[in-house]
């Protein structure tokens, strides 16, 4: 047994050291056995969660889930101290001295008296200590392991503050009826290339189209799938209700109790609102 001092109240200085014990000689076998590769989608899946709590409104599981998150960017920390690249502390001088350089308007005597300029000021700042000598330099490191909407729409955000960009938001929602024409000339051919790449198209003027109109694509498309979700549940009761199975029904009858349902969601929504 490893031995700690059991504690009351615990700090991130305990929670480094924790992570030290368990990674080490009589430590946890899971733990000491774990690489960046081996966890990286255990961090996805605790910021996730994060997001979560937040739409929730749940303050208790957020405490919870940022604790989860935190987790994790000490144990990557440890696991690059064992081989004497970095420490946690490391990553905490980087991140402030980031957060000071980026701030002249605090912590400085330049001065930002609104987000326009704040993020002016950000953008010239990153460019210049990551050495981005073009344009094409911010959008490229955009990472690309974000989600698709999520990587658009931030794509889309940087060309916008080189000047590349739609003149208003009805340029950009045309786009989506000039894009899905292309689509249907792909369809029409049978071009199968074509076809996922004018889908590709389509999509990202969608995006565009959002950001434009002030919405974030990601959540968008994901409240949508939610909306589908509770839509095909109540679809499915009616159905079952008529002691049918909908598999074995034609699209076209499903389609009428898929109405049906759409109502029952209004009228519900509607009385929630009374």
């Not at 050291?17 to 076998?29: A, N, S, Y």
């Not at 000491?32 to 303050?59: N, P, W």
């Not at 935190?70 to 402030?96: A, K, M, Y």
């Not at 498309?221 to 199975?245: G, H, P, Q």
Request: hydrophobic share 40%; proline share 1%.
């Amino acid at each position: 047994m490893v031995e700690y001092q059991q504690k009351e109240y615990y700090r991130i200085s305990d929670l480094v050291d924790i992570v030290k014990l368990l990674r080490g000689e009589g430590g946890c076998p899971w733990d000491r056995e774990q690489t960046h590769k081996s966890i990286k989608s255990d961090f996805i899946e605790e910021t996730c969660e994060v997001i979560e709590a937040i739409d929730l409104e749940d303050t208790d599981l957020l405490r919870e889930e940022l604790g989860d998150v935190l987790l994790q960017v000490v144990f990557h920390c440890r696991i690059e101290e064992e081989t004497g690249s970095f420490t946690f502390d490391d990553v905490c001088d980087e991140i402030c001295k980031k957060l000071i350089i980026r701030h002249p308007h605090v912590f400085g005597d330049v001065t930002a008296n609104n987000t326009e300029q704040v993020l002016k000021n950000w953008d010239a700042i990153k460019m210049e200590t990551k050495g981005q000598e073009r344009y094409t330099d911010t959008l490229t490191s955009v990472a690309k392991s974000l989600p698709a909407l999520m990587r658009a729409q931030k794509v889309g955000k940087r060309a916008m503050r080189a000047g590349m960009d739609f003149r208003c938001a009805e340029d950009a929602v045309a786009c989506i009826g000039n894009e899905k024409a292309e689509l249907d000339a792909a369809i029409a051919n049978n071009d199968k290339a074509n076809i996922e790449e004018e889908i590709g198209d389509l999509l990202f003027s969608c995006v565009n189209a959002a950001r434009h109109l002030g919405v974030d694509a990601e959540l968008a498309l994901k409240a949508a799938t939610e909306k589908f979700i509770e839509r095909f549940s109540v679809t499915e009761n009616l159905v079952s209700a008529d002691e049918l199975d909908m598999k074995e029904l034609p699209i076209e009858e499903l389609d009428i109790y898929w109405a049906k349902a759409k109502t029952i969601i209004c009228k519900t929504e509607e009385r929630k609102n009374d």
